[in-house]
């Protein structure tokens, strides 16, 4: 049996391929959005560019109604 790698030698690999599958997550979400927004353009009786819109903003400002839910994480 071969002997283990020292996590030393494969920190770097690891950091690679986290950041990597980060990479392709985000992206994966992010054009997804373009593929799923006409549907819900059509469903929610919104034009797409208020759905599109909507999702931009949600990126730069808080829900005002998130104010509403406590933060009970480090409670």
């Given amino acids: 049996m071969a002997s283990p790698v020292p996590i030393e030698h494969r920190r770097g690999t690891i950091i690679w391929g986290l950041g990597l599958t980060q ?6 979400l992010y054009y997804s959005f373009s593929i799923l927004a006409p549907e819900m353009a059509k469903d929610l009786d919104w034009t797409q560019e208020w759905v599109f ?3 931009r903003r949600t990126k730069f400002l808080p829900d005002p109604a998130s104010r509403d839910v406590p933060d009970r994480a480090f409670s």
């Avoid at 990479?23 to 994966?28: A, D, K, L, Q, V």
């Fill in 53 to 55: 819109g909507r999702s």
């Fill in 23 to 28: 990479i392709i997550g985000y992206g994966t």
